[in-house]
């Protein structure tokens, strides 16, 4: 059930977008065993007026090009998946050649079981 929320600036190709989900999702079903097709994506593009961030942070440097990743998640993953989840995105990222390294910032939300539907109302996750 994750759902992804990646904003970036305006400009990307679809093609670009395209590898950033694919990138993203491969991460998601590796570390979390989901299947491929619990695919919720999102992506908001912003002109520079509504895309600020600082140069730079905790020893990374930003460009144009940051990647600012939301993931929601149903609560209950160890540390460690988390580490490798947020690892394995960004190094699927770089691979595909759409971001550097320092350009990828991720943060996790955790949600209970009975706090999402996929539809008519229903709480299918929570036990």
């Known amino acids: 059930m994750p759902l992804v929320k990646i904003g970036l600036r305006k400009g990307r ?70 580490k490798s989840l947020l690892s394995e995105i960004t190094a699927n990222l770089v691979s595909a050649s759409v971001v550097r390294a320092d350009d990828v910032f991720i943060m996790i939300t955790e949600i209970g079981r009975a706090n999402i539907s996929f539809g008519q109302g229903l709480a299918q996750r929570a036990d």
């Open 13 to 82: 190709s679809t093609g670009e977008k395209e590898a950033i989900g694919a990138c993203v999702q491969a991460a998601l079903v590796s570390n979390l065993g989901i299947p491929d097709a619990d695919r919720y994506q999102l992506f908001a593009e912003y002109d520079d007026e509504n895309f600020r961030h600082t140069n730079g942070y905790l020893g990374l440097t930003y460009t144009d090009q940051l990647l600012i990743i939301e993931i929601t998640l149903v609560a209950g993953r160890d540390d460690d998946i988390k």
